[in-house]
């Protein structure tokens, strides 16, 4: 009891910690809006503002130009109108705790020592990365934390529950489709033991310590088997009702608010983002190409083509780590926003709350190969920001320079993948149940 004490303890001192960092950010963040010429808030957190003043007001989110997310968001923000404009702040920053608190909880469920957890939780919440997001106002921290849960769903067998966020999180936020395939094949036949509950594989010091090499071989070994594994166990009571439920969700909201706003929705919330061209320089490879030819316009086939990079690296990811979920979903989603046609800061947030899920098993220490990614992957973004402020402050043709800077982020992106996958312990998440008596608990005695 006592040991259990003084690990909440110590959690909640973190959080408060962390919350305590939030608040004054938000505080000063009111402050520098008001009284200095550059604004701390986010132009997005605007949109979002300007979108829930309308729907106040009776009228229509997308009656606000560039407002391009699910009516949900606006709905959560009426606060902003009624009560105060930083609402919406505090409950992204709370997302943000949420995040912290599912963290510790994923790790403890796989019993890993509180030390490693806190650092992992510190990982996250202390992250500037992240804490100047939420309190700058934007609204990924809220898609992280359910991203979250519905792994702690998953992992305590509450499949029902994680199909019904998971469908809803897909129509808020489109890009979590990239992990419906992996979740539809750990809840394959190896799911669920005799109790109709999932057996998780647990974290042990020795485990912990086993040849990386040894570990990578445990795994699936090719494309080929790892596919034919996935069409011999997917068709599953589990896996039928989360693809049934989760696209229940995700259709009846889409109907819901196609019924209220029409095309205006289905076009700003969902195809937008299947199409979208932005010709404003960000860290994508793809932005310079888009600028060229912005006046000229796409066709639909050149629009999707930028997809098919990103649709074969995920597939690749998938066959190869989709049982160890956690890391192949941090896999997943940094190739994602490393290979996408718009990559601003704002969508790191989408791996850094996975990250802390595999620190336990990867054996990067931060001297040196640790600090060598860190130092690969900050370095390549400075560069980038060298030449954007250039072309955005100081107006020089550096159009080309950016351009060959986004690649090397993209080159350090990929550096720094193959190198957390080298360090990593591949370790399933579910374990396979093996009943008393079977020949390969007869093997292992």
Same mark, same amino acid.
């Given at each position: 009891?006592?040991?259990? *004490? ?13 919350? *305590? ?46 407002? @391009? ?15 105060? *404009? ?23 469920? @796989? ?5 490693? @957890? ?73 799911? *669920?033991?005799?109790?109709? @509950? ?21 795994? $699936? ?104 979920? $956690? ?66 402050? +100081? ?37 396979? $149940? ?8 007869? +093997? +292992?005695?």
């Amino acid at each position: 009891m006592a040991s259990a *004490a003084g690990s909440a303890l110590t959690l909640r001192r973190v959080l408060l910690a962390s919350a *305590a960092l939030r608040l004054a950010l938000v505080v000063f963040g009111e402050w520098q809006d008001a009284h200095l010429e550059v604004r701390y808030t986010d132009v997005d957190y605007l949109v979002f503002s300007d979108a829930a003043a309308s729907v106040a007001a009776g009228g229509s989110p997308f009656a606000r130009a560039t407002y @391009r997310y699910s009516p949900l968001l606006s709905f959560l923000l009426l606060p902003n109108s009624l009560l105060h *404009a930083a609402w919406g702040k505090l409950l992204f920053s709370a997302a943000d705790l949420l995040v912290g608190l599912f963290i510790d909880t994923i790790l403890k469920l @796989r019993g890993i020592p509180e030390k490693t @957890r806190m650092w992992s939780v510190i990982a996250w919440l202390f992250n500037p990365f992240t804490f100047t997001i939420g309190t700058r106002g934007n609204c990924e921290p809220i898609v992280c934390a359910v991203m979250l849960w519905i792994l702690i769903c998953l992992m305590k067998g509450r499949v029902l529950q994680a199909a019904f966020w998971y469908g809803l999180i897909v129509h808020f936020r489109i890009y979590p489709i990239i992990y419906a395939i992996p979740f539809v094949i750990v809840l394959g036949k190896s799911y *669920a033991g005799p109790s109709g @509950r999932p057996t998780l594989t647990m974290w042990s010091s020795e485990h912990h310590l086993q040849n990386n090499k040894a570990s990578q071989r445990e795994g $699936p070994t090719s494309l080929l088997a790892t596919l034919w594994d996935f069409l011999s166990n997917f068709i599953t009571r589990n896996a039928i009702l989360f693809g049934l439920l989760s696209g229940f969700m995700f259709f009846a909201w889409t109907g819901v608010f196609f019924y209220l706003y029409g095309w205006d929705f289905l076009n700003e919330a969902l195809l937008y983002h299947l199409t979208r061209t932005d010709p404003r320089h960000n860290f994508s490879i793809y932005f310079y190409h888009i600028y060229l030819h912005h006046q000229q316009g796409f066709s639909s086939i050149q629009r999707l083509a930028s997809f098919l990079p990103q649709l074969i690296v995920q597939l690749a990811l998938i066959a190869r780590f989709s049982w160890d979920l $956690p890391f192949c979903m941090f896999l997943q989603t940094v190739a994602f926003v490393a290979f996408n046609k718009v990559m601003t800061a704002q969508y790191f947030v989408w791996f850094f709350c996975l990250l802390p899920l595999i620190i336990p098993w990867n054996s990067m220490k931060l001297k040196w190969k640790g600090l060598v990614c860190m130092l690969v992957w900050m370095g390549s973004q400075l560069h980038w920001l060298m030449w954007a402020y250039l072309l955005e402050f +100081k107006g020089r043709n550096v159009f080309v320079q950016l351009w060959v800077a986004g690649l090397l982020f993209l080159a350090a992106n990929t550096f720094v993948m193959l190198m957390v996958i080298k360090q990593h312990k591949y370790t399933p998440l579910f374990s396979s $149940p093996v009943k008393p008596g079977s020949k390969v608990a007869t +093997k +292992k005695e």
